[in-house]
């Protein structure tokens, strides 16, 4: 009798154990690798009005309520200044370029450092393009779109968004051509790039939105911190043509549409003159 009152606590405790353990791994919640499942086109059984009915996993692209990208309408932002300047401490690490069939992927396989947002660090991981931008700004489009992707210890993302119109070529970009040449038209080819340097991304700007929103393709995992750059650097018209090779459908885009901000602010970090100074 003691014995399967033993065994019945037993059993609960370990139940309770694996609860907790299921509770707490991170959502395993990073973008997909294999883009073939899902594609850009308009009305297509595929295309992103669709994203959230193809796999259970990807239901918060079709019924989540903070999803990415939106537009940043100037009049709605909120001017702060208590943000405080993006901290950012990357370093070089090995990286290797992928083709995911809708965009370039370079991947870091070491330590590329970390941005610090609000207390958390958050290491970056990986960083892709999409032309043309996804997000907007009062309305306006831009050419092209770098997201740099960074992950928390406890598994939360947080993105960097730089955007880029057509003009002088952008020298991280330059640094890549052989690389995207050597994997363009070759889906889930890598292309092994060695030492890459982060810091060689320009920001130019201390001003940057910042609002809460989701990954913009599969699974659009939301609660993702995004901060947008506020200033439109330049890029060649060949090099956003190099980057959008790898995109094989018939949209020609690789821009998730505009989602509804609903009840989210979106917040405009701008140093006050004492920190200027
Ligand atoms: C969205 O749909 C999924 C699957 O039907 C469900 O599990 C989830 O709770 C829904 N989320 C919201 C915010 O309604
Ligand atoms: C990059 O990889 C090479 C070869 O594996 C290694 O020798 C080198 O130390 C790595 N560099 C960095 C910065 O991790
Ligand atoms: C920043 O962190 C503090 C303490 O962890 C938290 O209370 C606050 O909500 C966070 N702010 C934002 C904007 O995430
Ligand atoms: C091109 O790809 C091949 C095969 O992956 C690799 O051996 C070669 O070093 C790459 N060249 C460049 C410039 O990336």
């Given at each position: ?125 990986q960083l892709h393009w999409h ?79 910042r609002y809460l929103g989701s ?63």
């Amino acid at each position: 009798m003691e014995k399967k009152l033993f065994t019945q606590l037993f059993s609960c405790v370990i139940f309770f154990l694996f609860v907790l353990v299921l509770l707490s791994s991170p959502a395993a919640s990073q973008e997909v690798d294999d883009e073939s499942e899902f594609d850009y086109t308009k009305n297509s059984e595929k295309g992103p009005d669709r994203w959230g009915e193809i796999k259970p996993e990807w239901s918060a692209c079709g019924n989540g309520t903070m999803q990415s990208p939106i537009d940043l309408l100037n009049e709605r932002v909120e001017v702060v200044s208590h943000l405080g300047r993006l901290k950012r401490s990357y370093k070089p690490s090995n990286a290797t370029l992928m083709n995911r069939g809708h965009d370039m992927k370079l991947s870091f396989e070491g330590e590329a450092g970390s941005i610090e947002i609000n207390g958390t660090e958050y290491e970056l991981k990986q960083l892709h393009w999409h032309s043309p931008s996804e997000h907007t700004i009062s309305g306006v489009r831009f050419d092209l779109e770098l997201h740099m992707v960074h992950q928390s210890q406890d598994g939360k993302i947080a993105v960097v968004g730089i955007m880029y119109k057509i003009g002088r070529p952008d020298s991280f970009l330059l640094s890549l051509r052989d690389h995207l040449e050597n994997i363009t038209d070759t889906t889930s080819g890598e292309s092994v790039v060695g030492v890459i340097d982060p810091r060689a991304i320009k920001i130019g700007s201390r001003k940057y939105y910042r609002y809460l929103g989701s990954l913009t393709t599969p699974p659009c995992t939301e609660n993702v911190v995004w901060t947008i750059v506020r200033k439109v650097r330049t890029v060649t018209r060949e090099q956003v043509k190099l980057l959008r090779v790898a995109v094989h459908d018939d949209s020609n885009s690789n821009a998730r549409p505009l989602q509804p901000i609903n009840w989210r602010t979106v917040q405009l970090y701008r140093p006050n003159e004492k920190e200027e100074n």
